[in-house]
């Protein structure tokens, strides 16, 4: 007998911060992002705390005051986590579990955390166990540092050391084995991709939550796992897709985030190879989301990071019917119209028009797909023709063929 687990959602308070840079807006759309992490994570988000800050504080990140008024909080409230939106240093987190007496989790820490849950294949698994070994090795060399202080470095060669440069001793042997096991995988997959000759190969990126894997779905009637949640998406998967006798091979693969933390990049980098041998992109935009241009950055830089930023690239903006312009108020001479207030024709206009390779698309309502696939058709058949020159005559236009 299955019995059902009520599974209880641990209760989380966010903490982020308003500063030169970072705008109140700004801060919010990080905490809302923060609170979908914690939610994708398993956790309900009781409270966010701000505070308007010149400089994080070096020993706590924010102010006393303020530290105060969050343990109280989580002492009435029996809250278990802290979730903080930037990155703690190893010093900082350890005073701050002192404070409040619970655990302490920045962004990274929680992205690492949800990958480790989401990985489903001992390949996923090996890369995120990776990752967090290598997040934790500099965390240890913290926590010697902190002892060294407390004791004075003479006289010091005690337990503490050994104790600690064993910790660092097993994870660093740790980080080699994972290493040549992902290794072995690699070239084992390395071998699979060279046995698909010379098939022109489209890879889907974007960042996460954005719809790659329903699109990939529809167009490859495929039935790739597909949430509303982050990171659904872990290990990549590779369709034969044909659009009007036109085969072609379609990836869909992890998604990226603002500030991915770079030691998933480095240890994801085999499940991006795909990404990376990719003859064309479809950039998927969720245009329905009001950070959108700043998820088109995130990516952008994370694809310089895998040396991919040159290559051809289609951009897709998703997610059509969810779009609503914030109304406006001619009559108003006060306020200034901004993008947020743009229709989708407007927006069209913009920066997006990119010599018509730009698609608008529903993937959930399937709006515009035939435009998608005309377009997908004509960047392949332009690619595929010089790799298979012979039976050019077999691609006519995409006008031109009958279903
Ligand atoms: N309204 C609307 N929702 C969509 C559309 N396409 C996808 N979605 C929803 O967006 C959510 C995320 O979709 P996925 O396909 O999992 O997104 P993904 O980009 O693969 O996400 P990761 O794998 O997590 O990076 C799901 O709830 C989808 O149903 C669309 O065209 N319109
Ligand atoms: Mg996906």
Request: hydrophobic share 35%; aromatic share 8%; with cysteine.
């Amino acid at each position: 007998m299955i019995e059902k687990k009520n599974i209880a959602l641990e209760k989380v308070v966010l903490i982020g911060v308003i500063t030169k840079n970072q705008n109140e807006d700004k801060s919010k759309e990080y905490l809302d992002e923060l609170e979908f992490l914690t939610y994708t994570a398993g956790g309900k988000v009781l409270k966010r705390f701000t505070q308007k800050l010149e400089m994080p504080n070096p020993k706590t990140f924010i102010g006393s005051g303020k530290m105060n008024e969050v343990q109280h909080f989580i002492e009435e409230h029996d809250v278990g986590t802290a979730i903080f939106d930037d990155e703690l240093s190893p010093g900082q987190e350890r005073n701050i579990s002192k404070i409040l007496n619970c655990k302490v989790l920045d962004r990274t820490n929680l992205i690492l955390d949800i990958f480790a849950q989401r990985a489903k294949t001992s390949y996923a698994r090996t890369q995120v166990e990776l990752a967090q070994c290598q997040y934790l090795l500099p965390r240890l060399k913290g926590m010697w540092t902190h002892l060294e202080r407390q004791k004075g470095g003479i006289g010091m060669r005690g337990p503490g050391e050994t104790e600690i440069e064993t910790d660092r001793r097993i994870v660093r042997d740790k980080i080699a084995l994972l290493k040549a096991k992902i290794a072995k995988i690699d070239k084992q997959m390395a071998v699979q991709r060279g046995n698909r000759g010379k098939m022109v190969r489209v890879a889907l990126v974007g960042y996460t939550n954005v719809g790659k894997s329903t699109l990939m779905n529809v167009i490859s009637k495929s039935e790739v796992f597909a949430e509303n949640k982050l990171f659904a998406t872990l290990d990549t998967t590779v369709r034969k897709v044909v659009i009007k006798n036109l085969p072609f091979l379609m990836s869909d693969t992890v998604g990226f985030i603002r500030k991915l933390p770079t030691q998933l990049i480095d240890s994801f980098k085999s499940t991006l190879d795909e990404v990376r041998e990719a003859d064309l992109l479809l950039h998927v935009v969720d245009i329905s989301h009001p950070n959108f241009e700043e998820h088109i950055e995130s990516v952008q830089k994370t694809l310089g990071e895998i040396e991919c930023d040159d290559k051809p690239t289609l951009m897709v903006f998703n997610k059509i019917d969810a779009y609503h312009a914030e109304p406006y108020d001619d009559t108003d001479l006060i306020v200034e119209r901004t993008k947020a207030n743009y229709s989708l024709e407007e927006w069209r206009k913009t920066w997006m028009a990119n010599g018509g390779r730009t698609l608008f698309i529903s993937a959930l309502n399937k709006e515009n797909l035939d435009q998608f696939k005309k377009t997908v058709y004509k960047e392949v058949r332009k690619i595929h023709i010089t790799r298979f020159p012979y039976n050019q005559f077999l691609y006519p236009d995409y006008e031109d063929i009958s279903e």
